[in-house]
Every structure is written in structure tokens, then in C-alpha cells.
């Protein structure tokens, strides 16, 4: 599945062109997109093809078309503090996502069928926590993975207000996947893939395994305590902005790149019966792309030094460490991240 947009060369542009053909609708969504790089979620010997809009598969490890995800995380309309359960999580790239929507105080589970794939997906999101450029911009609803048959939940499993299904789902199974929502909420599943045309993340209808119960989403003081004080802490970064500059911190301008299509066109010009000329220089040849690439790079050298993208700034992670405090709480409060 997929296929849908073009590829791009960087994450930022394939959002782009899951934006421009309307897959990505709003700024919730988009901003969750961006922040999660989804090469991150390839393997190593396969990151050339994580900006295509195709599905990958290898062994177990399954992530769907990025149109498909985008329509997802739309149709599933999602809010900070709700609960969502994802059923065949595979590696977690959906999962986190959402996370980064639902907030601290949301719950984020996913059932997954294959337990290597569980492993997979809980070192993917230990590696988005440390080491994520965007991590700090949000306040993160980490997922919590377990293995199982989504089709075997206890009967005391809570219900959600969010649910996903990317595998195909049965007509007979149609009234149990409703039974996990709550009264008002949104079930997102391929039914008898004639519904919505999704691959999913996981063939999750196999196994013998039983889940027995869900995980519970219960913090500790101690975790509660981070993200009071992490919250308080932006408060005072964005209020210290606002006095410095009258409207808060702004995105830094991303200027997107203009491609410059290489191609020969070759004109023959018969006069009197006898070839005139062998070839007409064309605008779109290679000789005058070579000129737009200049005339790109002047515009460039040109631009007033105030209006380039600067680096990024980790505002929340200075003025933690900047902080009267033992180092170890303030890694503690960086979640131990690396940058």
C-alpha cells in the first residue's frame, strides 16, 4: 500500500508532500509527523527507502505507507489526557506519534503479536527519548508495549477512547473491537479490508498468547514530580520570551529545497531536406539547470543574514542544567538524554 505522494529526500519534505496532497489536514498532526523521524524506525540497510510513501516489511518488523498513518491519525481525531490503544503496534512509530498528542496525563498502550517485534519497538522509543531533537518540545505520553493476542484481552481490560487496528479485521470480530471503546469513542480498522484500505503494523489475530491484563498507567510521585516541574519550567521559558520579544519563541523559518529536474530535449530542424541544426539548446538541459542551480545559490548568499534558519535551540534543556541543582536530578530531568 501506498504510493500516494512522492518521495522525499528528508523527512520534512515528505511531510510536505503528505501536506500538499491533503493526507496531513491539520497542525496537531503535522507537528507529530515532523517530529518523529521515521527512518529512525528502519533498519539500518533499508534507511534509503524511509522516505517514500510505501510500505516495508522484513521478517516480523512491518511499518505502513506514510499516507496510510497520516489518515489514521486524522480519522482518530486525537486530544491531550485521552487513552488509545493500538492493536498490532509493531514498531511503536504510531504509537509515539500519538504520544506526543496525548500529553503526560494520556495512556498509550499497544498490544503486539510477535515479541520480537516488542523488543524492537521499546528499543526504537528508547532511542527517540534520548536522543530526539524535538523530545523536549513536547509533553511526551510514552507507550507501554506488551505481547499478546489483541483478540484475547481480558474482559476486565479497560476501554479507550481511542483505538487502531491496522490489521484486517473480520466481520465477526467487528462487535469485540467496538466493546473496547469507550461511550463516544473512535475506532480506527480496515473491516473486511473493504473499510479503510490499511496494512497494518502487525498480523495480530494468530497467536495462542493471552494478554491477561493490560498495562496500567500508573506514575510515581517521583515521575509525577518531573513533569510538574519540567511544565513550570517551560511556563518560565516562554514568559521570558514574551517579555524579550513581545509574542513568544518562534519556529525558525525552514526553507524548502527547489528541485531542479535534469533532462535533454533534442530538436532536429530539417530546411530544404538537409538537417539545419543537430541539436537546440533547451531551457530544462543540463547546461541551464547548472545556471538555475547558480541563480538558486546567489539568492541564497543574497538572503539578509536575519532571515536564515539559525540552530536549534534547546531552551528546557539549558535552563535545566543552568539550575542550582545535583547533577543527577538534572538528568533525571532530561530523562537521561543525550542531547
Given at each position: 500500500?501506498?504510493?500516494?505522494?512522492?518521495?522525499?529526500?528528508?523527512?520534512?519534505?515528505l511531510i510536505?508532500?503528505l501536506k500538499e496532497?491533503?493526507y496531513?489536514?491539520?497542525e496537531?498532526?503535522?507537528?507529530?509527523?515532523?517530529a518523529?523521524?521515521?527512518?529512525?524506525?528502519?533498519?539500518?540497510e533499508?534507511?534509503?527507502?524511509?522516505?517514500k510513501?510505501?510500505a516495508?516489511k522484513h521478517?516480523?518488523i512491518?511499518l505502513?505507507?506514510?499516507?496510510?498513518y497520516?489518515?489514521?491519525?486524522?480519522?482518530?481525531d486525537?486530544?491531550?489526557?485521552?487513552?488509545f490503544?493500538?492493536?498490532?503496534?509493531?514498531?511503536?512509530?504510531?504509537?509515539s506519534?500519538?504520544g506526543?498528542?496525548l500529553?503526560p496525563f494520556?495512556?498509550n498502550?499497544?498490544?503486539?503479536?510477535?515479541?520480537?517485534v516488542?523488543?524492537?519497538a521499546?528499543?526504537?522509543?528508547d532511542?527517540?527519548?534520548?536522543?530526539?531533537?524535538s523530545f523536549?518540545?513536547?509533553?511526551?505520553?510514552?507507550?507501554?508495549?506488551?505481547t499478546?493476542?489483541c483478540l484475547?484481552?481480558?474482559?476486565?481490560?479497560?476501554?479507550?477512547?481511542r483505538?487502531?487496528?491496522?490489521?484486517?479485521v473480520q466481520?465477526e470480530?467487528e462487535?469485540?473491537?467496538?466493546?473496547?471503546?469507550k461511550v463516544?469513542?473512535v475506532?480506527v480498522?480496515?473491516l473486511?479490508e473493504?473499510?479503510?484500505?490499511?496494512?497494518?503494523?502487525?498480523?495480530?489475530?494468530q497467536?495462542?498468547?493471552?494478554?491477561?491484563?493490560a498495562?496500567?498507567?500508573?506514575?510515581?510521585?517521583?515521575?509525577?514530580?518531573?513533569?510538574a516541574?519540567?511544565?513550570?519550567?517551560?511556563?518560565?521559558?516562554?514568559?521570558?520570551?514574551?517579555?524579550?520579544n513581545?509574542?513568544?519563541l518562534?519556529?525558525?523559518?525552514?526553507?524548502?529545497?527547489?528541485?531542479?529536474?535534469?533532462?535533454?530535449?533534442?530538436?532536429i530542424?530539417?530546411?530544404?531536406?538537409e538537417?539545419f541544426?543537430?541539436?537546440?539548446s533547451?531551457p530544462?538541459?543540463?547546461?541551464?539547470?547548472?545556471?538555475?542551480e547558480?541563480e538558486r545559490q546567489?539568492?541564497?548568499a543574497?538572503?539578509?543574514p536575519?532571515?536564515r534558519?539559525?540552530?536549534p535551540?534547546?531552551?528546557?534543556?539549558?535552563?535545566?542544567?543552568?539550575?542550582?541543582l545535583?547533577d543527577?536530578l538534572k538528568?533525571?530531568?532530561?530523562?537521561?538524554?543525550?542531547k
Open positions: 500500500m501506498g504510493g500516494a505522494v512522492s518521495a522525499g529526500e528528508d523527512n520534512d519534505e510536505d508532500n496532497a491533503q496531513i489536514r491539520s496537531l498532526v503535522e507537528r507529530a509527523f515532523r518523529v523521524d521515521r527512518a529512525d524506525y528502519y533498519l539500518e533499508f534507511k534509503e527507502n524511509a522516505y510513501d510505501l516495508w521478517g516480523n512491518h505502513s505507507a506514510p499516507c496510510i497520516s489518515e489514521v491519525m486524522e480519522a482518530l486525537l486530544q491531550p489526557g485521552l487513552s490503544l493500538n492493536l498490532g503496534s509493531g514498531t511503536g512509530y504510531l504509537s506519534m500519538v506526543l498528542i500529553g494520556g495512556v498502550h499497544g498490544v503486539e503479536l510477535h515479541s520480537d516488542t523488543e524492537y521499546k528499543q526504537k522509543l532511542f527517540f527519548i534520548r536522543t530526539s531533537d523536549d518540545k513536547f509533553d511526551f505520553c510514552e507507550p507501554c508495549f506488551v499478546g493476542n484475547e484481552l481480558s474482559p476486565a481490560c479497560s476501554q479507550y477512547d483505538v487502531y487496528c491496522g490489521a484486517g466481520k470480530h462487535e469485540y473491537m467496538k466493546s473496547l471503546l463516544g469513542g475506532l480498522m480496515p473486511e473493504k473499510a479503510l484500505p490499511m496494512g497494518g503494523e502487525g498480523t495480530a489475530f497467536s495462542p498468547c493471552r494478554v491477561s491484563e498495562p496500567l498507567a500508573v506514575r510515581s510521585l517521583q515521575d509525577l514530580a518531573r513533569i516541574i519540567r511544565g513550570a519550567i517551560k511556563k518560565v521559558i516562554h514568559q521570558e520570551a514574551v517579555n524579550r513581545g509574542n513568544g518562534k519556529n525558525t523559518p525552514r526553507f524548502k529545497r527547489r528541485r531542479v529536474r535534469r533532462r535533454r530535449m533534442e530538436t530542424v530539417f530546411l530544404d531536406k538537417v541544426a543537430s541539436r537546440i533547451n530544462s538541459d543540463d547546461t541551464s539547470c547548472g545556471d538555475l547558480e546567489g539568492e541564497e543574497t538572503t539578509p536575519d532571515t534558519p539559525e540552530p535551540v534547546n531552551f528546557l534543556r539549558e535552563k535545566v542544567l543552568s539550575l542550582p545535583p543527577p538528568y533525571y530531568l532530561l530523562y537521561y538524554r543525550e
